[in-house]
Antibody, heavy 125, light 109 residues
Framework: QVHLRESGPGQVKPSETLSLTCNVS??????????WAWVRQAPGKGLEWIAS???????YYTPALRSRVASSVDTSKNQFSLTMKSVTAADTATYYCARLSTSENGGWLYYFDLWGQGSRVTVSS | SVELTQDPAVSVALGQTVTITCQGD??????ASWYQQRPGQAPKLLIYNADKRPSGISGRFSGSRSGNTASLTITGAQTEDEADYYC????????????FGGGTKLTVL
């Protein structure tokens, strides 16, 4: 059975760097047609895509956060990570890691078929 | 980024049928997927590739697309269907970005 599990600090001070890791079990992170992604949800708000990373290291970021985030994959540990620098209160959210399936057949198909349980992060001094 | 538009809230009587929509150019060009999120839980994939259900998803959930609108239909709504529903697609700008709709809160009366 495939599981994704996030780990994170719980609380981060403003201006500091947030680091999150997603451990993947039950499937190799080296899988074609899948990206490993981060999605966040601020309290009472909707889902916001942050980043998608291929096992090769190729990464894509939402333009709104591109200057502050970086995503990487560690194939030896079967996990992937997200760092976000210079956090503010607006970054307070539950951060989900997820597997993103992508394919093209006349148009693109992007969907998240697996999700972690979420890591709640509060930015506060 | 390109937006996907959803009605913020929809209600349905117990046992009746309800349709939730998702509009945007992304859906016109690419397939939409749908997720259910119950309070305090992670999202769960309901529909992908416009109308495909993953294993284990009830047949009461179905999806379709017409033009720039993707639709999620729940037939015979149950109390456990009360949740937030989100659509997503790939950005239509040509960039490999993901876009989400703003979400629809479904209330079962």
């Amino acid at each position: 059975q495939v599981h994704l599990r996030e780990s994170g600090p719980g609380q981060v001070k403003p201006s500091e760097t947030l680091s999150l890791t997603c451990n993947v079990s039950g499937v190799s992170i080296i899988t074609h047609s899948f990206y490993w992604a981060w999605v966040r949800q601020a309290p009472g708000k909707g889902l916001e895509w942050i980043a998608s990373t291929y096992y090769s290291g190729t990464a894509y970021y939402t333009p709104a956060l591109r200057s502050r985030v970086a995503s990487s994959v560690d194939t030896s540990k079967n996990q992937f990570s997200l760092t976000m620098k210079s956090v503010t209160a607006a970054d307070t959210a539950t951060y989900y890691c997820a597997r993103l399936s992508t394919s093209e057949n006349g148009g693109w198909l992007y969907y998240f078929d697996l999700w972690g349980q979420g890591s709640r992060v509060t930015v506060s001094s | 980024s390109v937006e996907l538009t959803q009605d913020p809230a929809v209600s349905v009587a117990l046992g009746q049928t309800v349709t939730i929509t998702c509009q945007g150019d992304s859906v016109r060009r690419n397939s939409a997927s749908w997720y259910q999120q119950r309070p305090g839980q992670a999202p769960k994939l309901l529909i992908y590739n416009a109308d495909k259900r993953p294993s284990g998803i009830s047949g009461r959930f179905s999806g379709s697309r017409s033009g720039n609108t993707a639709s999620l239909t729940i037939t015979g709504a149950q109390t456990e269907d009360e949740a937030d529903y989100y659509c997503n697609s790939r950005d239509s700008s040509g960039q490999p970005f993901v876009v989400f709709g703003g979400g629809t809160k479904l209330t079962v009366l």
